[in-house]
Nanobody, 118 residues
Framework: QVHLVESGGGLVQAGGSLRLSCTAS????????AAWFRQAPGKEREFVASISSSGDITDYADFLKGRFTISRDNAKNTMSLQMNSLKPEDTAVYYCAAQIIAGEYSYWGQGTQVTVSS
């Protein structure tokens, strides 16, 4: 089994920063592509960023405009999302996911709430 646990969410004022972490257990994290998604109230879950197994390839949603950075530390089985210049529209539950099966994000964490106040 694969277990993913997010942490680092919370309440922050607009313009502030947060660093989200995702810790994996029960699997060899370094073998798999991983990603961050988010879901705001009343909206569908959307892609935020992804990172390849080795960390050499990253992809970001256009709305980030350089504000977020995804990274991973395979030695620690962790993945992070550094979020800077946060905006109220960034408010959402953020999820980490792992692509155990090629082309499909099959495993998800429970999510961590990020709330950005004006």
């Amino acid at each position: 089994q694969v277990h993913l646990v997010e942490s680092g969410g919370g309440l922050v004022q607009a313009g502030g920063s947060l660093r989200l972490s995702c810790t994996a257990s029960g699997w060899t994290f370094r073998r798999y592509t991983a990603a961050w998604f988010r879901q705001a109230p009343g909206k569908e879950r959307e892609f935020v960023a992804s990172i390849s197994s080795s960390g050499d390839i990253t992809d970001y949603a256009d709305f980030l405009k350089g504000r977020f950075t995804i990274s991973r530390d395979n030695a620690k089985n962790t993945m992070s999302l550094q979020m800077n210049s946060l905006k109220p529209e960034d408010t959402a539950v953020y999820y980490c996911a792992a692509q155990i099966i090629a082309g499909e994000y099959s495993y998800w964490g429970q999510g961590t709430q990020v709330t950005v106040s004006s």
